[in-house]
T-cell receptor
Framework: DTGVSQNPRHKITKRGQNVTFRCDPISEHNRLYWYRQTLGQGPEFLTYFQNEAQLEKSRLLSDRFSAERPKGSFSTLEIQRTEQGDSAMYLC?????????????FGEGSRLTVL | AQSVTQLDSQVPVFEEAPVELRCNYSSSVSVYLFWYVQYPNQGLQLLLKYLSGSTLVKGINGFEAEFNKSQTSFHLRKPSVHISDTAEYFCAVSDTGRRALTFGSGTRLQVQP
């Protein structure tokens, strides 16, 4: 399978704990995006990487959130000191180097439940 | 800034009936428009996209959409729905320079037998 891969698919944690999600984009896609989706809402943009550079961050990305893409391949999204309001689906997407249309390819998401 | 409004949160329809899911967008610049579908516990899958040219765009699974610049709309249609079309549908916009998509809040299509 050469699609976007995310893990873990589900994570249940207690408030105050740290969690980390991983995203492996489609091979050779140089652009990688993180979105958050809460129940009944559309995906909300969090951050974007081109290769290893983080080029854009949403105001939704508080200082408890950090994303990295150290070698321009996989990416991690860490949430520190989780709060119940962090419960959501975290979606990763990638985009081809030569795409100028904005089309994104999504993974199946990582669902976070904070108790 | 861009925004997308999906006017209906839920659309119930009987199998084999036609359906239209409405989408309006706001942007000060030229845009690309997309419809994505999300089945339960899955990621988003592209249905169709409008980049330029013909305003009627055909996508997968028999869906089509029409871009109307004067009304800033991009409504999704299917002449005859199936039970398997039950899913959440998201309209999204990207301007020709920005890198990320802006999504609407989604429309849940519920196809009943």
């Amino acid at each position: 399978d050469t699609g976007v891969s995310q893990n873990p698919r589900h994570k249940i944690t207690k408030r105050g704990q740290n969690v980390t999600f991983r995203c492996d984009p489609i091979s050779e896609h140089n652009r990688l995006y993180w979105y958050r989706q809460t129940l009944g809402q559309g995906p909300e943009f969090l951050t974007y990487f081109q290769n290893e550079a983080q080029l854009e961050k949403s105001r939704l990305l508080s200082d408890r959130f950090s994303a990295e893409r150290p070698k321009g391949s996989f990416s991690t999204l860490e949430i520190q000191r989780t709060e119940q309001g962090d419960s959501a689906m975290y979606l990763c997407a990638s985009r081809a180097r030569d795409s100028n249309t904005g089309e994104l390819f999504f993974g199946e998401g990582s669902r976070l439940t904070v108790l | 800034a861009q925004s997308v409004t999906q006017l209906d949160s839920q659309v119930p329809v009987f199998e084999e009936a036609p359906v239209e899911l409405r989408c309006n967008y706001s942007s000060s610049v030229s845009v690309y428009l997309f419809w994505y579908v999300q089945y339960p516990n899955q990621g988003l899958q592209l249905l169709l996209k409008y980049l330029s040219g013909s305003t009627l765009v055909k996508g997968i699974n028999g869906f089509e959409a029409e871009f109307n610049k004067s009304q800033t709309s991009f409504h999704l249609r299917k002449p005859s729905v199936h039970i398997s079309d039950t899913a959440e549908y998201f309209c999204a916009v990207s301007d020709t320079g920005r890198r990320a998509l802006t999504f609407g809040s989604g429309t849940r299509l519920q196809v009943q037998p």
